[in-house]
T-cell receptor
Framework: GAVVSQHPSWVICKSGTSVKIECRSL??????MFWYRQFPKQSLMLMAT?????????EQGVEKDKFLINHASLTLSTLTVTSAHPEDSSFYIC???????????FGSGTRLTVV | DAKTTQPNSMESNEEEPVHLPCNHS???????IHWYRQLPSQGPEYVIH???SNVNNRMASLAIAEDRKSSTLILHRATLRDAAVYYC???????????????FGQGTILTVHP
């Protein structure tokens, strides 16, 4: 089945700095990937759809200038949280595109803590 | 987006079957029914999905009502490792404008007792 690798697993950064999270498809090529955010004791919320070679599509209410998405190759999508603030502390999860046999494959998630 | 309704929590004993219900009365004809589970501090894990017919795999079975307005995830013999949050999600089929966009509800917290 499809494997998605997400790094780092956790990161602590200072307020005002930027953090990059990587999501790699290890055994398939992905023209589309998805980024979710999950706050404690809440469900996952889709933030944006990452499109290889073109601009990402952001969900309503998600600031595209704050959450920069780059999908420069068929195996790598990155999410950069710019000028991070404590309220950006969350669990960020990426997902590959759907597969008819294996559904959607998710990364292991990145726990971001902004201090 | 079509939404799903699940009980907030359920409990089971180890080695007993578990039936996790999901209502999706506004499902469209092209929506697939997906189930995922999530352990604390991990990304969701695919469990099973189907369109109209019941489905079985090594993890679970999916029973889909004839009118497709509800479904049940069946874990045949619960283990402690099955304790997780289970999400029932409707996913648009390929070609749909919402393809790939998964709308997660609150899910069902499954507790398995030894």
């Amino acid at each position: 089945g499809a494997v998605v690798s997400q790094h780092p697993s956790w990161v602590i950064c200072k307020s005002g700095t930027s953090v990059k999270i990587e999501c790699r498809s290890l055994d398939f090529q992905a023209t589309t990937m998805f980024w979710y955010r999950q706050f404690p004791k809440q469900s996952l919320m889709l933030m944006a759809t990452s499109n290889e070679g073109s601009k990402a599509t952001y969900e309503q209410g998600v600031e595209k200038d704050k959450f920069l998405i780059n999908h420069a190759s068929l195996t790598l999508s990155t999410l950069t949280v710019t000028s991070a603030h404590p309220e950006d502390s969350s669990f960020y999860i990426c997902s590959g595109p759907g597969d008819r046999n294996y559904g959607y494959t998710f990364g292991s998630g990145t726990r971001l803590t902004v201090v | 987006d079509a939404k799903t309704t699940q009980p907030n929590s359920m409990e089971s004993n180890e080695e007993e079957p578990v039936h996790l219900p999901c209502n999706h009365s506004t499902i469209s004809g092209t929506d697939y029914i997906h189930w995922y589970r999530q352990l604390p501090s991990q990304g969701p894990e695919y469990v099973i999905h189907g369109l109209t017919s019941n489905v079985n795999n090594r993890m679970a079975s999916l029973a889909i009502a004839e009118d497709r307005k509800s479904s049940t995830l069946i874990l045949h013999r619960a283990t402690l490792r099955d304790a997780a949050v289970y999400y029932c999600i409707l996913s648009a089929g390929a070609g749909g404008t919402s393809y790939g966009k998964l709308t997660f509800g609150q899910g069902t917290i499954l507790t398995v007792h030894p």
